[in-house]
């Protein structure tokens, strides 16, 4: 059972709690990727301090490494990877078909290889669920079927009408799931893809199959059907949305729930985030600037570190420098979250989103 409370509202932006086996997470919420488990580079419960109260992995991956029975025998999920507050999962449907095996899905499931010994494994909806309730996720993603960008109508169509039909049969397995719909950036499809999910009836709906190369008004314009389509009083969630700006967007157009490994895969590769935009690290005139990552942050990164020895960290192909910039990456990005939960309470989100935008170049 998954508790959701709208706290406030501003124009189309909502603040709100969602609840689901004891465990609470405020919203608009940012939910960092630990695809295995793992935000590489962090121990989760640095994660934790830091704020975060929800994160999402991958049903798909951890089935391939280390194995369900293994995760089981290691006192499911929450234990085995040491977080205790909400898990999501994600079916691995996108992973599965992005391997290269859209020709092997049918109306049954998915066919795919192991990644470990190449085996053809069968994924039927309702077997998917069940490895997500298995692994004990506190909410599991309904498999869906993602065409890439651009894909032709009949793919779209095809893609929507999978997508319902699985949905139901993920429904029936009776767990806390989320819907997801389909239909490209063709507005009729989108419309219908929310509508019938909506007619089933689920606990909490994502947006998939957007920011996979589609312009970004498209994806706002999809933001807007779903918008009008979906329950005002169920959480709404954009899937691997994470630059802040597109958040700060999805945000004031009615969305709940993101996640992304853009913060950290971008920390690894030296892009940092802060309030005037992104920073490239390794940039050589940062050799002598001795101030902070960002001078608004209070990370540990920022209270104790400078942008001269961080640089020269990454230049150095030490390890900290790594860690240094997935610490303030994640701690940036949780702020943002809160930043927006304050300025929603206060009615005034759309002059923090413009004044962010503004100074975010
Ligand atoms: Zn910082």
Same mark, same amino acid.
């Given at each position: 059972?998954?508790?959701?409370?709208?706290?406030?509202?501003?124009?189309?932006?909502?603040?709100?709690?969602?609840?689901?086996?004891?465990?609470?997470?405020?919203?608009?919420?940012?939910?960092?990727?630990?695809?295995?488990?793992?935000? +590489?580079?962090?121990?989760?419960?640095?994660?934790?301090? =830091?704020?975060?109260?929800?994160?999402?992995?991958?049903?798909?991956?951890?089935?391939?490494?280390?194995?369900?029975?293994?995760?089981?025998?290691?006192?499911?999920?929450?234990?085995?990877?040491?977080?205790?507050?909400?898990?999501?999962?994600?079916?691995?449907?996108?992973?599965?078909?992005?391997?290269?095996?859209?020709?092997?899905?049918?109306?049954?499931?998915?066919?795919?290889?192991?990644?470990?010994?190449?085996?053809?494994?069968?994924?039927?909806?309702?077997?998917?669920?069940?490895?997500?309730?298995?692994?004990?996720?506190?909410?599991?993603?309904?498999?869906?079927?993602?065409? !890439?960008?651009?894909?032709?109508?009949?793919?779209?169509?095809?893609?929507?009408?999978?997508?319902?039909?699985?949905?139901?049969?993920?429904?029936?397995?009776?767990?806390?799931?989320?819907?997801?719909?389909?239909?490209?950036?063709?507005?009729?499809?989108?419309?219908?893809?929310? +509508?019938?999910?909506?007619?089933?009836?689920?606990?909490?709906?994502?947006?998939?199959?957007?920011?996979?190369?589609? !312009?970004?008004?498209?994806?706002?314009?999809?933001?807007?059907?779903?918008?009008?389509?979906?329950?005002?009083?169920? !959480?709404?969630?954009? =899937?691997?949305?994470?630059?802040?700006?597109?958040?700060?967007?999805?945000?004031?157009?009615?969305?709940?729930?993101?996640?992304?490994?853009?913060?950290?895969?971008?920390?690894?590769?030296?892009?940092?985030?802060?309030?005037?935009?992104?920073?490239?690290?390794?940039?050589? #005139?940062?050799?002598?600037?001795?101030? !902070?990552?960002?001078?608004?942050?209070?990370?540990?990164?920022?209270?104790?570190?400078?942008? #001269?020895?961080?640089?020269?960290?990454?230049?150095?192909?030490?390890?900290?420098?790594?860690?240094?910039?997935?610490?303030?990456?994640?701690?940036?990005?949780?702020?943002? =979250?809160?930043?927006?939960?304050?300025?929603?309470?206060?009615?005034?989100?759309?002059?923090?989103?413009?004044?962010?935008?503004?100074?975010?170049?």
């Amino acid at each position: 059972m998954i508790n959701f409370d709208i706290k406030e509202e501003d124009g189309r932006a909502r603040n709100g709690c969602i609840e689901v086996n004891g465990k609470k997470a405020l919203t608009p919420l940012f939910m960092p990727v630990a695809t295995r488990g793992s935000l +590489r580079t962090l121990s989760n419960e640095e994660a934790i301090e =830091m704020g975060y109260e929800a994160i999402i992995a991958n049903a798909y991956h951890l089935l391939m490494k280390p194995g369900l029975e293994v995760i089981k025998k290691g006192g499911g999920i929450h234990r085995y990877i040491n977080w205790p507050s909400i898990i999501f999962t994600d079916s691995g449907g996108f992973q599965m078909i992005r391997a290269g095996f859209d020709q092997d899905i049918s109306l049954e499931g998915v066919n795919f290889k192991s990644e470990t010994d190449g085996k053809v494994i069968k994924m039927t909806p309702e077997e998917n669920i069940n490895l997500q309730k298995d692994l004990g996720a506190d909410i599991s993603m309904c498999l869906d079927f993602c065409p !890439p960008h651009p894909a032709d109508k009949d793919t779209l169509q095809r893609s929507v009408d999978i997508t319902s039909l699985w949905a139901q049969r993920c429904k029936d397995v009776g767990h806390n799931t989320f819907c997801i719909s389909q239909g490209g950036i063709d507005d009729q499809l989108r419309a219908r893809s929310c +509508r019938e999910l909506v007619e089933i009836g689920f606990d909490g709906y994502a947006i998939g199959g957007l920011s996979i190369g589609e !312009p970004k008004k498209e994806m706002y314009r999809m933001l807007d059907i779903a918008d009008e389509v979906y329950p005002k009083d169920k !959480p709404r969630y954009i =899937m691997g949305l994470g630059s802040p700006v597109d958040i700060l967007e999805s945000v004031s157009r009615g969305i709940d729930i993101f996640d992304s490994a853009y913060p950290t895969r971008n920390a690894r590769h030296g892009t940092i985030l802060t309030s005037q935009g992104r920073l490239s690290i390794e940039n050589g #005139s940062l050799k002598d600037d001795h101030g !902070p990552l960002d001078g608004s942050c209070r990370c540990p990164a920022c209270e104790n570190y400078s942008r #001269s020895y961080i640089n020269h960290l990454f230049r150095s192909n030490e390890l900290s420098g790594l860690r240094l910039a997935t610490i303030h990456n994640l701690s940036f990005m949780y702020r943002l =979250m809160e930043d927006s939960r304050t300025a929603i309470k206060e009615g005034r989100f759309e002059s923090y989103k413009e004044s962010f935008v503004n100074d975010y170049k």
